[in-house]
């Protein structure tokens, strides 16, 4: 057996004279969970439905679970879409288990599998309701339900957060750790930085078809360096991006993020900070993802023009 769950090789997508998606290589472990990143119109979504052969490849190939992708594997293949593919007159409970029947799953399995689903989502109340009569949040929830009634062994995920409340959103994330832990293979796109973070094993990057970062979430993170600053502070910080060795601040409200530039001491910045305001954390840490994300595509669409 692979201990890769998914392989693309080169892989290519046009559309007329629009080049989507080039020459585009990655390997995602088994049992992992992979965070496919990039800003709109990237060529995120257009490589997952590659990988469901929704749409046909132009150059490369694609292994799903150690063989070619083909209709067989696929099969083992769960796919959240970023739009609901639900059917909005169909009773949700009839909808969830036609679906586990085109992966292979008979009617009486598939409701079995159903009721604890239900219950752990709060839809149970809801399972023989009109899936057009449920809230976004709660088809959101439907949809995620689809994907793992067959129980895929490799599920692909594109903004599975979308619509979702606070609550709802860490319900999702509890699901997804445990589906993980029982040896799932999870492909996650989204722009939820904070959630990919917290998640993924490791992620990639790419920006106009092109893939600028891959490695494990440590990699990545080591490879920008620590040189980003978190200050918490009482009183006006205006000046803070006037400091000299201060590349960039990015202002949460209640804190603040400086990035530092090549060299510069953060003790110096220290010294600086503590002299005009009363400093409540100062705190040296790994740049977030998000930081990262900005640097990275910012950084290449100035190499590509």
Known sequence: MS???????GV?????????VRDLSLEVPRGSVFGLLGPNGAGKTTTLRMVLNILGVDGGAIEI????????VRD??????EERGLYMRMVLEEQLVFMAAIKGIGRKEATRRLGPWLERLGLADWRKRKTGELSKGMQQKAQFIATVLHEPDLIIMDEPMSGLDPVGMDVMRDVMVDLSRRGATIVLSSHQMDTVERLCDRVALIDKGEKVLDGTMSEVK??????????????DGSFLGSLPGVAKVSDFGQYVEIKMSDGADPQTLLGEVAARLRIRRFEIVEPSLHDIFVETVT???KEAA
Request: charged share 20%; net charge positive.
């Open 12 to 20: 290519s997508k046009s559309f007329a004279d629009h080049v989507a």
């Open 3 to 9: 201990d890769r769950a998914l392989v693309l090789k």
């Open 222 to 235: 080591a490879a920008h360096g620590k040189n980003t600053v978190v200050v918490a502070f009482d009183g």
């Open 65 to 72: 679970l150690g063989r070619p992708a083909d209709q067989a």
């Open 299 to 301: 950084g290449h669409g």
């Open 76 to 81: 083992r293949v769960g796919y959240m879409p």
